[in-house]
């Protein structure tokens, strides 16, 4: 987890930066960070071959916990007392968490795990829920049905609700399915502290 927390520091910072820009509406520093299954690089993917070993379907998961903020006006500096900015307020710090699903199906044209295409439409299932560790509680759920999609692509499916910061640590459980081809799943662990963030957003308007 120390590349990911290093990464959300630092989009923490840079959110912050943005903030005189976004005025007093909502501001949303979500997609520059995320956790991924299977760990890896970008293309990295779980598989799976049919009994017959003449299909297979890939699958890799992102969650992204999506942090939100509003902005509040702060002075100007000492000189210039009148030159307001607007900057992040810790205390209205929330996540807002979205699903983002990656496939690949193949297909074998003459031997057995050899010489594969993908090509044809497809239809995908997609789903995840996130639950609370400590009592298993569901938190949110998205669960979507993709007919006639190409055999390599994403989909990116927002959660709909807003979790609270500090409230523990969360599962993520997905699930990626091809039809006659098979299944794919894993889980991954969120923690849904803001400290971070609002270490970062409190030294931006100089409390630290």
Not at 107 to 112: F, G, R
Not at 154 to 176: F, L, N, Q
Request: glycine share 8%; charged share 25%.
């Amino acid at each position: 987890m120390k590349r990911t927390r290093t990464a959300v520091l630092a989009l923490a910072t840079a959110a912050a930066a943005l903030a005189p820009a976004l005025g007093q509406a909502a501001a949303t520093a979500a997609d520059g960070t995320y956790l991924q299954d299977p760990a890896g690089g970008e293309k990295a993917m779980k598989s799976q071959w049919t009994k017959d070993e003449m299909h297979k379907v890939e699958g890799q998961f992102r969650f992204y916990p999506g942090v939100q903020y509003k902005t509040v006006t702060r002075p100007g500096p000492s000189g210039a007392p009148d030159y307001e900015r607007h900057v992040a307020d810790p205390r209205t710090l929330a996540w807002q968490p979205s699903f983002d699903f990656g496939w690949a199906v193949s297909d074998s044209t003459l031997v057995k795990k050899a010489v594969t295409t993908k090509d044809g439409k497809h239809p995908i299932v997609v789903h995840a829920v996130l639950r609370r560790s400590s009592d298993h509680a569901k938190a949110v759920e998205v669960h979507q049905e993709l007919a006639n999609r190409p055999a390599t692509g994403r989909a990116k499916v927002p959660g709909g609700k807003r979790i609270a910061c500090d409230t523990g640590e969360y599962t993520v459980e997905w699930s990626v399915t091809r039809s006659g081809y098979g299944t794919l799943t894993g889980t991954l662990r969120w923690d849904s502290s803001c400290e971070q963030y609002r270490t970062a957003f409190s030294t931006e308007n100089g409390k630290v």
